[in-house]
T-cell receptor
Framework: DGGITQSPKYLFRKEGQNVTLSCEQN?????MYWYRQDPGQGLRLIYY???????QKGDIAEGYSVSREKKESFPLTVTSAQKNPTAFYLC????????????FGPGTRLTVL | GIQVEQSPPDLILQEGANSTLRCNFS?????LQWFHQNPWGQLINLFY???GTKQNGRLSATTVATERYSLLYISSSQTTDSGVYFC????????????FGQGTTLQVKP
């Protein structure tokens, strides 16, 4: 099946630990995105990548890092520098960056204990 | 940056009723999408509609780009329509970034 997968579905982290969220797509899309959703809110952009080996900061990049070594993969690392990491994280992709429909993965719920 | 406002914030309907959700945005856009977020958090694509009108079964959407608003119509609502509906827009910058509204929470009662 074609689509976007995210793992794990739930993730628990102790304060001070870095964690990496996985995002994989087999849609052959060039552009990939990471969004964060807090309870009762819309989504906000963390990082985006328009092409392999390139990525840019979004609106709330502080405390996060990404890599784009392969077209199909765009992992997100939540570092200990992120002040309020507990949130729902969604990955998305589109054929090209602009003027194209974005499709979302099922999300990862991160809880910091 | 672009501001996106959705109304109403909350909506309670009886099964079978019709509803209209509105999305206003503050600047010209290259992309506008409507999503339904299910109870598990998955965002389901409803419409990609930067302009014009589209229909898909009981749902339809209209975007009037010159007046900077979009409408989502739900007819003959069902309990499975419950959830949060988001409007998201993309501006003229070449990033593909989507800016989301706060959502409309719809509850359809049997």
């Amino acid at each position: 099946d074609g689509g976007i997968t995210q793992s794990p579905k739930y993730l628990f982290r102790k304060e001070g630990q870095n964690v990496t969220l996985s995002c994989e797509q087999n849609l052959n899309h060039d552009a990939m995105y990471w969004y964060r959703q807090d309870p009762g809110q819309g989504l906000r952009l963390i990082y985006y990548s328009q092409i392999v080996n390139d990525f840019q900061k979004g609106d709330i990049a502080e405390g996060y890092s990404v890599s784009r070594e392969k077209k199909e993969s765009f992992p997100l690392t939540v570092t200990s520098a992120q002040k309020n990491p507990t949130a729902f994280y969604l990955c998305a992709s589109s054929i090209e960056p602009n003027m194209n429909e974005q499709f979302f993965g099922p999300g990862t719920r991160l809880t910091v204990l | 940056g672009i501001q996106v406002e959705q109304s109403p914030p909350d909506l309670i309907l009886q099964e079978g009723a019709n509803s209209t959700l509105r999305c206003n945005f503050s600047d010209s856009v290259n992309n506008l999408q409507w999503f339904h977020q299910n109870p598990w958090g998955q965002l389901i694509n409803l419409f990609y509609i930067p302009s014009g009108t589209k229909q898909n079964g009981r749902l339809s959407a209209t975007t009037v780009a010159t007046e900077r608003y979009s409408l989502l119509y739900i007819s003959s609502s069902q309990t499975t329509d419950s959830g949060v509906y988001f409007c998201a827009v993309g501006g003229s910058s070449n990033t593909g970034k989507l800016i989301f509204g706060q959502g409309t929470t719809l509850q359809v009662k049997p």
